[in-house]
């Protein structure tokens, strides 16, 4: 069961609105008036719903090997802990080596690197033109699919969740969200 939330975001020049909001606070904070511009902007913002997973649990590697145990596994939980331990370094290993590691219904793992780039050739230097490099991962066919077989479960979402218990303690008996 996957939980998730629905809000309203803004849907179009997201980085302009959320910069006219910031400037609209920060007038407000100062006790000026914020740039009419700025209001205008932010009320006119297209808004649509977007739903969000909510996160019950991030499961650790050690977690993650006794939840394997746990459907009937012949290994001990330290076993499979050692294998996953030894699978995400030699996955390391093999992308900084620069192959490509398909593990079948888990996906393949890879590298992408982000950087700015040199006027021409002779210009350009690894050390200099590469931001960051990370590792990537493109699920399975089995993994990709996952949407066919979701069921999901209508959540509030953390930050609502959290305005309600603040309220609580405190004996307020309304949230403003």
């Known amino acids: 069961m996957i939980n998730y939330s629905i809000s309203m975001k803004v849907a179009e020049r997201v980085t302009e609105v959320n910069k006219a909001k910031s400037r609209i606070a920060a007038a407000k904070k ?3 008036e914020p740039a009419a511009e700025d209001v205008e902007l932010v009320e006119n913002a297209v808004m649509k719903a977007y739903g969000s ?8 590697l050690e ?5 394997i145990t746990s459907h009937g596994c012949v290994y001990s939980k ?3 802990l050692a294998i996953l331990t030894m699978a ?5 290993e093999q992308v900084l080596a620069g192959n490509r590691v398909n593990l079948g219904d888990l996906g393949t793992f890879w590298l992408r690197m982000t950087q700015k780039p040199a006027d021409s050739l002779a ?3 690894p050390s200099i033109n590469i931001k960051s490099i990370s590792g990537c991962w493109t699920p399975s066919s089995r993994l990709k699919g996952l949407v066919r077989n979701a069921e999901y479960n ?11 218990i603040k ?3 405190h004996g307020v008996p309304t949230v403003k969200i």
């Open 63 to 67: 977690k993650f090997a006794e939840h």
């Open 123 to 125: 210009e350009y230097n």
């Open 30 to 32: 100062a006790e000026q």
């Open 167 to 169: 309220a609580q303690k």
């Open 88 to 92: 995400c370094d030699c996955i390391r």
């Open 78 to 80: 330290g076993d499979i």
């Open 53 to 60: 997973f909510q996160v019950k649990e991030t499961l650790d």
């Open 154 to 164: 209508l959540v509030t979402n953390k930050k609502t969740t959290s305005a309600v």
